[in-house]
């Protein structure tokens, strides 16, 4: 690590606004991902990135929805590597599906993997290796069509095995439970490859439900993933997630994301919703007011009748 950024990373308050750290850490061209897995996806972010106008980015991810779909029809992604973009029950994801078939806004660049596989490239770069070794590709048509696949006859055993390259993102953007103003991040449920992504990516924005002080979270060190020395930037965004879920703080907005996904169905209807949820909103906090506080307080109420975290 330059001994610049080691520094900065040793500052004991990283907060600063959703805007900031966007204009400060995302810029044209970057290659990005996102944590989460099925839910704690940073959608405020995307939101962000779009009202910022950024360009020519790389999503380099596992498995998303609202976060890889909205980018992608607001024209902010030329290349996604992943292995799985859409709304699991709610329906494909439209934007991507009409950029792919029809080039609208551009014809995105894609290129497959699986998540097992992506998990490897992350977990390679993680532990600062150039490659990591997989089974689990082999027998897919992914080798046919990824060149970046490479197949070698194991050393030890004589048998074939896939490597799979180290993926090191320009920014990680996190969403976290609780974190403090270092950046220590606590996570509750399933936290996916976010421990890896933290350690790959060069720049790494954490945002959060809760800012809570340092000795707060030194009373539940095992809830720790995200240590602070690879944290550039803090942001408190409370419904960050939103539509997506935050386990134990709110559920899943079905209904929200139904709505999207009908109205992303035409072109004409995304911009609308754009209009509406993304440029027509100054910042997180006017989405918020704009969805209604009474409808997150319910996703509230509802997620805590089945997961409560005790933090």
């Known amino acids: ?143 046919k069509y990824n060149q970046k696949v490479k197949v070698i006859e194991d050393p030890f055993e004589g048998r074939p095995v896939a490597l799979v390259p180290a993926a090191r993102p320009d920014v990680a953007v996190i969403h976290v439970h609780r974190a403090d103003p270092a950046g220590n991040g606590q996570i509750w449920g399933f936290v996916g490859n976010d421990e890896n992504k933290v350690r790959a990516a060069r720049a790494v924005i954490l945002t959060c439900e809760e800012i809570v002080t340092n000795e707060e979270i030194r009373q539940q060190p095992n809830a720790t993933l995200i240590p602070f020395y690879c944290v550039d930037a803090v942001v408190h965004l409370p419904f960050g997630c939103h539509p997506q879920s935050c386990y134990g703080y709110y559920a899943y907005d079905v209904l929200f994301c139904a709505d999207y996904h009908e109205q992303a169905g035409t072109r004409d209807g995304f911009l609308r919703w754009l209009d509406t949820y993304v440029y027509g909103c100054r910042d997180h906090f006017e989405y918020c007011s704009k969805v209604g506080w009474d409808r997150l307080y319910r996703l509230q109420y509802l997620e805590r009748q089945f997961n409560r975290v005790r933090a």
């Open 1 to 143: 690590m330059e001994a610049s950024k080691e520094q900065s990373r040793r500052r004991t308050d990283k907060v600063t606004t959703l805007q900031q750290a966007v204009r400060d850490y995302i810029h044209d061209g970057a290659t990005i991902c996102f944590g989460g897995f099925i839910g704690r996806d940073s959608v405020a972010v995307a939101h962000e990135i779009i009202r910022q106008g950024r360009k020519n980015l790389t999503f380099l991810d596992d498995s998303r929805t609202d976060t890889g779909d909205m980018l992608i029809g607001a024209g902010c992604v030329t290349r996604w590597e992943g292995a799985y973009l859409g709304y699991g029950a709610v329906g494909l994801a439209r934007n991507f599906r009409r950029s792919v078939e029809a080039g609208v806004p551009h014809r995105v660049e894609v290129e497959d993997w699986s998540n097992a596989a992506i998990s490897m490239r992350y977990l390679a770069a993680a532990l600062n290796v150039p490659f990591m070794a997989t089974r689990s590709l082999l027998g897919s048509d992914i080798l």
